[in-house]
Structure formats: structure tokens, C-alpha cells
């Protein structure tokens, strides 16, 4: 992570700190930032057509502020190419009874183009090997969590996928308070990350 550009920096600490996939940054807003409180409200992108999706609060680490601080606009999407348009955009449905899907994702390609040896990006990069890819760190985060057994039980929430219980729902929905437990499982995961 310290070898990367800032912008490729950013997108790995977002997978590790709030357990996002290249989906999730491409719709990333800047309205999903309270910029008091130093965190990050987001649905999972994956289940945004569903009715009543769990939102999850992730409390930002200061590495992760910096960096959104850095580039700060006031609205809309907070990754776009140089030409104003989404890094990001699948489209899935059916034509004729077959399915049909198109996806556009600068996030991989810019990633799989980036020299780890040199530190700049590349044009030929079919033999270009990647240490590690993108959307891994999203995983990285959450199997950290598995580390501690007070912090196995927040996996579902790193990952966005909470509430899942009726109970969750209706009697028992997490805390995203400053004291939260969930704010120092995030804790865990940059220290040991870090360390």
C-alpha cells in the first residue's frame, strides 16, 4: 500500500477500512461521508435495488481521511475519469430471453496497468504480474477480523451484509455511535495492517 499513487492508495484503503469492492467505489458519493464525525455510511451497492438495504457506518481511519480530504469536491461521485464519466458501470438484464450484461470497470484496468517495480503505470500489461488485486482487500479486511473472536462477529457488518436477522432488523440494529465495537474491530484491522 505505501508504494502506491495516492488514488490507487485511496481505493485499497477503502477495501480494507470500509470493505469495498471496485462496485462500491464506482458508486461511491460524496454525500455518503459526514465529514464531523469522520465516517462513511454506505448500503452494499450489490443490493441497492432492495427494498429497506442495511446500511452500515464505518468510522474512517485518519490514513483514509487524508487521502478523501486531499481530492474533496462537494457532490456527486467521488471517482470519475479525466472525461467526467463513471469508473464503474454494470448493466444486467435479459434480451429475447438471454441474458445479457455489460460492465466498464477503470478501477481493475488502471490497477492491472500499474508497475509495482517501478511505480508508474504501464500500457503493456498482459505479462504485467500484480501482487495483489483490487477487490482482495476487501477480503484482507474482513479475514483480519477473524483474528480476534471479539471481532469474528463483525465480518457480516465489515462486509456490509447486516442486518440479516429479522431480529437485527426490527429488535437489535447495530450502534454506530462513536463507542461503537464495530468502530474498534476497524481499529484492529489498521493496527494489525499497519504494525
Request: aromatic share 12%; charged share 30%.
Amino acid at each position: 500500500v505505501k508504494k502506491l499513487p495516492d488514488e490507487y492508495k485511496l481505493w485499497a484503503l477503502l477495501g480494507l477500512n470500509c470493505g469495498m469492492t471496485q462496485a462500491d467505489l464506482g458508486a461511491m458519493s460524496w454525500d455518503w461521508i459526514d465529514w464531523k464525525r469522520s465516517t462513511l455510511t454506505r448500503s452494499r451497492v450489490k443490493l441497492e435495488t432492495t427494498k429497506n438495504s442495511p446500511e452500515t457506518t464505518y468510522k474512517l481511519w485518519p490514513e483514509t481521511l487524508q487521502l478523501l480530504k486531499a481530492r474533496r469536491l462537494s457532490k456527486g461521485l467521488v471517482f470519475l475519469t479525466n472525461n467526467g464519466e463513471k469508473m464503474y458501470d454494470a448493466r444486467y438484464g435479459e434480451a429475447e430471453g438471454e441474458s445479457v450484461g455489460k460492465k466498464k470497470d477503470m478501477f481493475s484496468t488502471r490497477w492491472n496497468r500499474f508497475d509495482w517495480e517501478r511505480g508508474v503505470s504501464i500500457k503493456n500489461w498482459s505479462e504485467n504480474p500484480i501482487p495483489i488485486t483490487l477487490g482482495k482487500f476487501r477480503s484482507i479486511g474482513a479475514t483480519t477480523l477473524k483474528k480476534r473472536s471479539e471481532y469474528r462477529g463483525f465480518v457480516d457488518v465489515f462486509l456490509a451484509n447486516v442486518p440479516e436477522r429479522i431480529s437485527d432488523k426490527h429488535y437489535a440494529d447495530e450502534d454506530f455511535s462513536d463507542a461503537c465495537p464495530f468502530f474498534k474491530a476497524l481499529e484492529f484491522i489498521r493496527a494489525e495492517i499497519f504494525s
